[in-house]
T-cell receptor
Framework: DAGVIQSPRHEVTEMGQEVTLRCKPISGHDYLFWYRQTMMRGLELLIYFNNNVPIDDSGMPEDRFSAKMPNASFSTLKIQPSEPRDSAVYFC?????????????FGPGTRLTVL | GEDVEQSLFLSVREGDSSVINCTYT??????LYWYKQEPGAGLQLLTYIFSNMDMKQDQRLTVLLNKKDKHLSLRIADTQTGDSAIYFC???????????FGQGTTLQVKP
């Protein structure tokens, strides 16, 4: 398997623009997570899905952020409108819960810069 | 609530041992983890320990778990410059796939 795939790897946009980040989890995994990492706040869990259903979105900072998982092999994180404080590295991760230890596999991240 | 705390920075000399510490709050955690993040990359699982164990050893890595004090540590023997990275401690949140991560400890290895 190719691992968790994220696109784009880098995104530079201007304040007010819409940004869409994409993630393809590992095939067969039933959990998908979106994280944000910044120097100031560290690693933050934004939202996670189980079997394509959003379970906990309490980490989503504002209504400007939305996430969808239309099927088991694809998820998007959208920011509209974007602001400079949204600049961060956004990670997608997936895992297969099997009752024992469950390893989360992280993608390479999308580095977002909002000017 | 669930919370995981780590010191933010550790600097050691090449060849020395490194010990990274972590405290957690959820006494019902069944699994605890150490993840490693190299520059420009995502997190990668380094090792994990089941809560009924006190210690786990894997080559240069030793994980110690003190359930009474809710304290987890990662010891890296003979630390190399390639070990320079951010190390995250994490606990599993109940019977879900969700993990609670600490803020990460940056390990700097000086030659």
């Amino acid at each position: 398997d190719a691992g968790v795939i994220q696109s784009p790897r880098h995104e530079v946009t201007e304040m007010g623009q819409e940004v869409t980040l994409r993630c393809k989890p590992i095939s067969g995994h039933d959990y998908l997570f979106w994280y944000r990492q910044t120097m100031m706040r560290g690693l933050e869990l934004l939202i996670y899905f189980n079997n394509n259903v959003p379970i906990d979105d309490s980490g989503m900072p504002e209504d400007r952020f939305s996430a969808k998982m239309p099927n088991a092999s694809f998820s998007t994180l959208k920011i509209q409108p974007s602001e400079p404080r949204d600049s961060a590295v956004y990670f997608c991760a997936s895992s297969f819960y099997q009752g024992s230890y469950n390893e989360q596999f992280f993608g390479p991240g999308t580095r977002l810069t909002v000017l | 609530g669930e919370d995981v705390e780590q010191s933010l920075f550790l600097s050691v000399r090449e060849g020395d041992s490194s010990v990274i510490n972590c405290t957690y709050t959820d006494s019902s955690s069944t699994y605890l983890y150490w993840y490693k993040q190299e520059p420009g990359a995502g997190l990668q699982l380094l090792t994990y320990i089941f809560s009924n164990m006190d210690m786990k050893q894997d080559q240069r890595l030793t994980v110690l778990l003190n359930k009474k004090d809710k304290h987890l540590s990662l010891r890296i023997a003979d630390t190399q410059t390639g070990d320079s990275a951010i190390y995250f401690c994490a606990e599993r949140a109940g019977n879900t796939g969700k993990l609670i991560f600490g803020q990460g400890t940056t390990l700097q290895v000086k030659p």
